[in-house]
């Protein structure tokens, strides 16, 4: 008899929960539902409509720790030939006519990384490096000085020019700088190293470019 009962009990099943989240989907959620995504499309388009100054100086606290004198973009002065510089030291030396002979330091940053400088200039004779000064006349051609013969040397043998190739910016913005100045410019990729690009710097983009004036030598004592 208690076989029979158990034949006659009908068993209902519960079913399970469905693993499906309880929200809508993407697919048919409105716009609304998604102000991070839209904030973030948002952000997007105005990184990269942001300003020329902004594009190549890397973030203040960025350049901060890693000791460069940080430069507001309304602090540049925009020179006759349109390229923007700062005066981050006033010379107290000769100042730099054009015609006259210099010797300089030169570094180019891209992104708070120094990409080129003539503080690292190749020996011929080995591996190593110096800290040469680069020697040009200002508002002369760029390239031209760089046609030298070699000389011998106590760090041994190397070109007159051993620095890396500057900028064509760095032939006309050195004018009016003092003996003992420092001066920050904006270059932009056609005055800098234009579709090639140069080491960590990407073809047709702008940097910054750190100018320490060492030396000047008049035409006429030239």
């Known amino acids: 008899m208690a076989s029979s009962a158990l034949a006659s009990r009908t068993f209902h099943r519960q079913p399970l929960p469905s693993s499906a989240p309880s929200h809508p989907s993407r697919e048919t959620c409105a716009p609304c539902c998604l102000p991070g995504a839209v904030s973030r499309r948002r952000a997007t388009v105005q990184l990269l409509s942001a300003g020329f100054l902004t594009a190549v100086s890397p973030t ?6 890693r000791g460069r004198i940080v430069v507001p973009p309304e602090d540049y002065v ?20 054009k015609g006259s002979t210099v010797q300089v330091h030169f570094d180019c940053i891209y992104r708070g990384i120094t990409a080129v400088s003539s503080r690292e200039s190749k020996l011929l004779a080995g591996n190593r490096s110096i800290a040469q000064p ?20 106590a760090n041994g043998l190397y070109s007159a020019q051993a620095a890396p190739k500057p900028p064509a910016a760095m ?33 047709d ?16 004592e030239k």
């Open 60 to 65: 203040p606290s960025l350049a901060a720790r």
């Open 78 to 97: 925009t020179a006759p030939d349109g390229l923007k510089y700062y005066d981050l030291v006033e010379g107290k030396g000769p100042t730099a006519e």
């Open 134 to 153: 680069y020697e040009f006349i200002v508002g002369s051609l760029p390239g031209k000085e760089r046609k030298r013969d070699f000389a011998d040397n």
């Open 171 to 203: 032939y006309t913005i050195t004018e009016g700088m003092k003996v003992g100045g420092k001066r920050r410019v904006i270059v932009p990729p056609e005055l800098g190293y234009g579709k090639r690009g140069m080491s960590e710097i990407p073809p």
């Open 205 to 220: 983009a702008p940097f910054e470019l750190d100018i320490e004036l060492l030396e000047v030598i008049s035409p006429a």
